[in-house]
Protein backbone atom coordinates (compact mmCIF):
# COMPACT_ATOMS: atom_id res chain seq x y z
CA UNK A 1 0.00 0.00 0.00
CA UNK A 2 2.89 2.41 0.73
CA UNK A 3 4.59 1.78 -2.33
CA UNK A 4 1.48 2.46 -4.28
CA UNK A 5 1.11 5.80 -2.47
CA UNK A 6 4.55 6.40 -3.07
CA UNK A 7 5.28 6.21 -6.46
CA UNK A 8 2.21 7.91 -6.68
CA UNK A 9 3.04 11.22 -4.72
CA UNK A 10 6.04 11.41 -6.09
CA UNK A 11 8.09 11.52 -9.21
CA UNK A 12 11.54 10.07 -10.40
CA UNK A 13 14.73 12.53 -11.25
CA UNK A 14 17.62 11.98 -12.17
CA UNK A 15 19.13 15.44 -11.92
CA UNK A 16 20.31 15.85 -14.99
CA UNK A 17 17.01 16.47 -16.90
CA UNK A 18 17.14 13.47 -19.30
CA UNK A 19 13.41 12.68 -21.07
CA UNK A 20 14.80 9.35 -21.87
CA UNK A 21 17.18 7.25 -19.62
CA UNK A 22 20.34 5.44 -21.05
CA UNK A 23 20.89 2.25 -22.05
CA UNK A 24 23.64 -0.27 -20.97
CA UNK A 25 26.04 1.03 -18.25
CA UNK A 26 24.06 4.34 -17.76
CA UNK A 27 21.22 2.51 -16.60
CA UNK A 28 23.32 0.70 -14.60
CA UNK A 29 24.93 3.40 -12.76
CA UNK A 30 21.92 5.29 -12.10
CA UNK A 31 20.39 2.15 -10.36
CA UNK A 32 23.17 0.98 -8.58
CA UNK A 33 24.99 4.11 -7.36
CA UNK A 34 21.37 5.44 -6.28
CA UNK A 35 21.97 8.47 -8.80
CA UNK A 36 17.92 7.97 -9.49
CA UNK A 37 15.87 9.97 -6.56
CA UNK A 38 12.05 10.41 -6.07
CA UNK A 39 11.28 14.36 -5.46
CA UNK A 40 7.73 15.69 -4.81
CA UNK A 41 5.34 15.16 -7.45
CA UNK A 42 3.56 18.68 -7.30
CA UNK A 43 0.71 18.41 -9.92
CA UNK A 44 -0.80 16.11 -7.08
CA UNK A 45 -1.99 18.60 -5.66
CA UNK A 46 -4.37 19.25 -8.67
CA UNK A 47 -6.42 16.15 -8.10
CA UNK A 48 -6.36 15.38 -4.92
CA UNK A 49 -7.36 17.43 -2.16
CA UNK A 50 -6.10 15.97 1.05
CA UNK A 51 -3.00 15.62 -1.03
CA UNK A 52 -1.15 17.07 1.96
CA UNK A 53 -1.84 14.27 4.01
CA UNK A 54 -0.78 11.46 1.65
CA UNK A 55 2.33 12.92 2.06
CA UNK A 56 2.05 12.96 5.90
CA UNK A 57 1.64 9.72 5.94
CA UNK A 58 4.34 8.43 4.01
CA UNK A 59 6.66 10.82 6.30
CA UNK A 60 5.36 8.63 8.95
CA UNK A 61 5.93 5.20 6.81
CA UNK A 62 9.19 6.16 6.25
CA UNK A 63 9.91 7.09 10.27
CA UNK A 64 8.05 3.74 10.98
CA UNK A 65 10.45 2.07 8.88
CA UNK A 66 13.80 3.59 10.04
CA UNK A 67 12.83 2.52 13.75
CA UNK A 68 12.14 -0.72 12.73
CA UNK A 69 15.38 -1.31 10.69
CA UNK A 70 13.01 -1.69 7.71
CA UNK A 71 14.75 -0.50 4.58
CA UNK A 72 12.87 1.02 1.96
CA UNK A 73 14.08 1.01 -1.75
CA UNK A 74 13.22 4.39 -3.02
CA UNK A 75 15.88 7.14 -2.57
CA UNK A 76 14.56 10.44 -1.70
CA UNK A 77 16.18 13.50 -3.58
CA UNK A 78 19.07 15.44 -0.75
CA UNK A 79 16.40 18.46 -0.64
CA UNK A 80 14.17 16.53 1.20
CA UNK A 81 16.21 14.34 3.39
CA UNK A 82 18.03 17.57 4.77
CA UNK A 83 14.86 19.35 5.81
CA UNK A 84 14.14 15.77 7.44
CA UNK A 85 17.32 17.04 9.42
CA UNK A 86 16.44 20.67 9.76
CA UNK A 87 19.36 21.58 7.89
CA UNK A 88 19.40 24.57 6.02
CA UNK A 89 19.36 24.26 2.42
CA UNK A 90 22.30 26.28 0.53
CA UNK A 91 22.77 27.28 -3.34
CA UNK A 92 24.95 24.53 -3.59
CA UNK A 93 21.88 22.01 -2.49
CA UNK A 94 20.68 22.71 -6.64
CA UNK A 95 23.05 20.41 -7.73
CA UNK A 96 20.44 17.60 -6.70
CA UNK A 97 17.52 19.13 -8.45
CA UNK A 98 19.08 19.75 -11.76
CA UNK A 99 22.73 20.21 -12.71
CA UNK A 100 22.50 22.16 -15.86
CA UNK A 101 20.95 24.75 -13.85
CA UNK A 102 23.87 24.31 -10.88
CA UNK A 103 26.50 24.09 -13.54
CA UNK A 104 25.31 27.60 -15.02
CA UNK A 105 25.08 29.35 -11.61
CA UNK A 106 28.83 28.02 -10.70
CA UNK A 107 29.83 29.52 -13.79
CA UNK A 108 28.20 33.12 -12.96
CA UNK A 109 29.00 32.72 -9.06
CA UNK A 110 32.42 31.83 -10.29
CA UNK A 111 33.67 34.33 -12.39
CA UNK A 112 33.38 38.00 -13.25
CA UNK A 113 30.65 39.42 -15.12
CA UNK A 114 31.48 43.28 -15.86
CA UNK A 115 33.05 42.14 -19.26
CA UNK A 116 30.83 39.89 -20.76
CA UNK A 117 27.54 40.72 -22.54
CA UNK A 118 24.25 39.95 -21.08
CA UNK A 119 23.99 37.03 -18.43
CA UNK A 120 20.03 37.66 -18.28
CA UNK A 121 17.70 39.36 -15.54
CA UNK A 122 16.00 38.11 -12.33
CA UNK A 123 13.54 35.67 -14.10
CA UNK A 124 13.71 32.08 -14.81
CA UNK A 125 11.78 29.02 -16.43
CA UNK A 126 10.16 26.07 -15.29
CA UNK A 127 8.94 23.39 -17.33
CA UNK A 128 5.86 21.88 -16.27
CA UNK A 129 5.84 18.32 -15.67
CA UNK A 130 2.34 17.02 -17.33
CA UNK A 131 1.87 19.63 -20.06
CA UNK A 132 5.48 20.02 -20.76
CA UNK A 133 5.15 24.17 -20.87
CA UNK A 134 7.91 26.62 -19.71
CA UNK A 135 6.38 28.63 -16.73
CA UNK A 136 7.86 31.48 -16.69
CA UNK A 137 8.79 33.04 -12.87
CA UNK A 138 10.06 36.56 -12.12
CA UNK A 139 12.08 35.88 -8.85
CA UNK A 140 11.34 39.32 -7.71
CA UNK A 141 9.73 42.41 -8.47
CA UNK A 142 10.41 43.54 -11.83
CA UNK A 143 12.80 40.85 -11.82
CA UNK A 144 12.61 41.03 -15.48
CA UNK A 145 14.23 44.53 -16.15
CA UNK A 146 16.87 43.71 -13.42
CA UNK A 147 20.43 42.60 -14.79
CA UNK A 148 22.39 40.14 -13.15
CA UNK A 149 25.86 42.06 -12.53
CA UNK A 150 28.71 41.25 -10.29
CA UNK A 151 26.80 42.75 -7.29
CA UNK A 152 23.63 41.43 -7.26
CA UNK A 153 24.65 37.11 -8.68
CA UNK A 154 24.34 36.53 -5.09
CA UNK A 155 21.24 37.55 -4.43
CA UNK A 156 19.81 36.26 -7.91
CA UNK A 157 21.37 32.28 -7.10
CA UNK A 158 19.85 32.38 -3.08
CA UNK A 159 15.99 33.53 -5.07
CA UNK A 160 16.25 30.69 -7.05
CA UNK A 161 16.60 28.58 -5.00
CA UNK A 162 13.92 29.35 -2.85
CA UNK A 163 11.42 30.55 -5.75
CA UNK A 164 12.14 28.07 -7.97
CA UNK A 165 13.46 24.80 -6.09
CA UNK A 166 11.65 25.08 -2.33
CA UNK A 167 8.60 27.13 -2.67
CA UNK A 168 6.92 24.65 -5.02
CA UNK A 169 7.17 21.99 -3.15
CA UNK A 170 7.39 23.26 0.62
CA UNK A 171 4.12 22.11 1.59
CA UNK A 172 4.42 18.63 0.76
CA UNK A 173 7.78 18.34 1.95
CA UNK A 174 6.44 20.40 5.16
CA UNK A 175 3.48 17.79 5.44
CA UNK A 176 5.83 14.72 4.86
CA UNK A 177 8.57 16.05 7.89
CA UNK A 178 5.48 16.52 10.23
CA UNK A 179 4.55 13.20 9.50
CA UNK A 180 8.02 11.79 9.99
CA UNK A 181 8.84 13.75 13.22
CA UNK A 182 5.10 12.12 15.18
CA UNK A 183 7.58 9.00 15.39
CA UNK A 184 10.83 10.00 15.26
CA UNK A 185 11.93 13.35 16.35
CA UNK A 186 14.47 15.67 15.02
CA UNK A 187 16.38 15.28 18.21
CA UNK A 188 17.04 11.66 17.53
CA UNK A 189 18.69 12.00 14.28
CA UNK A 190 20.57 15.64 14.46
CA UNK A 191 23.92 13.82 14.53
CA UNK A 192 23.40 12.16 10.95
CA UNK A 193 24.09 14.20 7.56
CA UNK A 194 21.93 13.87 4.39
CA UNK A 195 23.88 10.76 3.28
CA UNK A 196 23.97 8.92 6.49
CA UNK A 197 19.87 9.22 6.91
CA UNK A 198 19.82 8.08 3.46
CA UNK A 199 22.02 4.73 4.24
CA UNK A 200 20.09 4.20 6.95
CA UNK A 201 16.44 4.40 5.01
CA UNK A 202 17.39 2.81 1.95
CA UNK A 203 20.50 0.41 3.31
CA UNK A 204 23.85 0.04 0.99
CA UNK A 205 23.02 -2.63 -2.05
CA UNK A 206 26.57 -1.75 -3.24
CA UNK A 207 27.63 -2.24 -6.80
CA UNK A 208 26.38 -5.66 -8.88
CA UNK A 209 29.67 -6.41 -11.02
CA UNK A 210 27.82 -9.19 -12.51
CA UNK A 211 25.10 -6.84 -14.12
CA UNK A 212 27.25 -4.53 -14.89
CA UNK A 213 29.63 -7.07 -16.61
CA UNK A 214 26.27 -7.98 -18.80
CA UNK A 215 25.32 -4.59 -19.63
CA UNK A 216 29.14 -3.75 -20.76
CA UNK A 217 29.12 -3.35 -24.92
CA UNK A 218 33.45 -4.36 -26.06
CA UNK A 219 34.49 -2.73 -29.19
CA UNK A 220 36.83 -4.92 -31.36
CA UNK A 221 39.26 -6.35 -30.56
CA UNK A 222 37.98 -7.07 -27.28
CA UNK A 223 35.28 -9.23 -25.70
CA UNK A 224 34.00 -10.65 -22.54
CA UNK A 225 36.60 -13.57 -22.96
CA UNK A 226 39.45 -11.32 -24.01
CA UNK A 227 42.35 -11.77 -21.23
CA UNK A 228 42.45 -8.34 -20.50
CA UNK A 229 38.68 -8.00 -20.12
CA UNK A 230 38.80 -11.00 -17.84
CA UNK A 231 41.84 -9.38 -15.93
CA UNK A 232 40.17 -6.11 -15.67
CA UNK A 233 36.99 -7.74 -13.80
CA UNK A 234 39.31 -9.50 -11.37
CA UNK A 235 40.85 -6.01 -10.29
CA UNK A 236 36.77 -4.24 -10.45
CA UNK A 237 35.59 -7.31 -7.83
CA UNK A 238 38.82 -6.50 -5.76
CA UNK A 239 38.07 -2.72 -5.72
CA UNK A 240 36.69 -1.25 -2.25
CA UNK A 241 32.44 -0.51 -2.47
CA UNK A 242 33.34 3.77 -2.84
CA UNK A 243 35.85 2.77 -5.48
CA UNK A 244 33.95 0.98 -7.86
CA UNK A 245 30.95 3.29 -7.54
CA UNK A 246 33.02 6.35 -8.32
CA UNK A 247 34.91 4.24 -10.91
CA UNK A 248 31.36 3.55 -12.45
CA UNK A 249 30.60 6.44 -12.35
CA UNK A 250 33.22 7.54 -14.70
CA UNK A 251 33.25 5.35 -16.67
CA UNK A 252 29.61 6.73 -17.49
Avoid at 180 to 191: E, M, Y
Amino acid sequence: LFLFFFFFFFQAEDGIRDVERSRGLGDVYKRQTKEMAYTIDSSCKKYHKDYLDYYYFCGQVIAKALYEKITIKAYLNKLILKTILGINLVIDDIKYCDTEVYNSLQFILNNPLADMTSIGTFVSYKKDSESGIENFIELKENGRNIEIVDGNKHEFASLLLNKVFIAPIEEEVNSLVKGFATLLSKSLISVLDEDELELFICGDEGIDIKDWQENTVYEKPYHKDHPVIKRFWEMVEKMPTNDCENFLQFCT
